[in-house]
């Protein structure tokens, strides 16, 4: 079995993908406790006469959150893309490098 190839990522990349990760966690748990229909949502009957509940949907400032955390996820994520280290790596290494990076907490997690 081969050992798997290591790589050493500038500190403002790492700090870059932690700052992705809190983005992508924050939006997460705003669309958890978020209305699950963006506009209102009428009552519907089933054929069998059963009333499924509507939704009221999200409200101007619910909606106003998520393109804020949208955005700070794609500014976060256009970040850690865009970074000038991944210049420096070429084909299969990129791949890995990048895969490796998203899961840097994780193998810190395991380590401790």
């Known amino acids: 079995m081969s050992k798997k190839k290591t790589f050493e990522y500038p500190a403002d990349l790492t700090a870059a993908q932690q700052a992705l990760d809190?983005?992508?966690?924050?939006?997460?748990?705003?669309?958890?406790?978020?209305?699950?229909?963006?506009?209102?949502?009428?009552?519907?009957?089933?054929?069998?006469?059963?009333?499924?509940?509507?939704g009221e949907g999200w409200s101007e400032e619910q909606s106003e959150d998520n393109r804020r955390l949208l955005e700070a996820e794609v500014q976060a994520a256009r970040t850690v893309w865009a970074h000038p280290y991944w210049q420096e790596l070429q084909g299969t290494d990129r791949v890995d490098a990048q895969t490796q990076l998203q899961h840097l907490d994780d193998q810190v997690d395991q380590a401790a």
């Open 22 to 54: 809190a983005a992508r966690a924050a939006r997460h748990a705003f669309l958890a406790a978020a209305p699950r229909w963006t506009e209102p949502q009428a009552d519907i009957m089933s054929k069998d006469g059963t009333v499924m509940a509507g």
